[in-house]
């Protein structure tokens, strides 16, 4: 069975730093893109940023570039995103999601998601 469970979200202020942690069960990372998602309140679902299965694809988002990095451990089988500079726009639930896909940007992450953990940028 599937599973996804992300862990570390907070409440943090105006350039602070949290880091994400997904942690997958079921299967393994070279089997699997992983992508991470935000949603805001009234506010439709982004993608954030994602990791392909070799680890050697990587997406961001441009609201994140240059501030969020994303990595994986494979001996934890977990997903990490770290989150630099934060700003109260990074306010959201943050999801972690899983597809098959050899590469995460083409991967339509329809299937295996986890329950989210709230981000809050705030002073």
């Known amino acids: 069975q599937v599973q996804l469970v992300e862990s570390g979200g907070g409440l943090v202020q105006p350039g602070g730093s949290l880091r994400l942690s997904c942690a997958a069960s079921g299967f393994t990372l070279d089997d699997y893109s992983i992508g991470w998602f935000r949603q805001a309140p009234g506010k439709e679902r982004e993608g954030v940023s994602c990791i392909s299965r070799s680890g050697g694809i990587t997406y961001y988002v441009d609201a994140v570039k240059g501030r969020f990095a994303i990595s994986k451990d494979n001996s934890k089988n977990t997903i990490y995103l770290q989150m630099n500079s934060l700003k109260p726009e990074d306010t959201a639930v943050y999801y972690c999601?899983?597809?098959?896909?050899?590469?995460?940007?083409?991967?339509?992450?329809?299937?295996?998601w986890g329950q989210g953990t709230q981000v809050t940028v705030s002073s």
């Open positions: 999601a899983a597809d098959p896909a050899l590469s995460c940007t083409i991967a339509t992450f329809r299937t295996y």
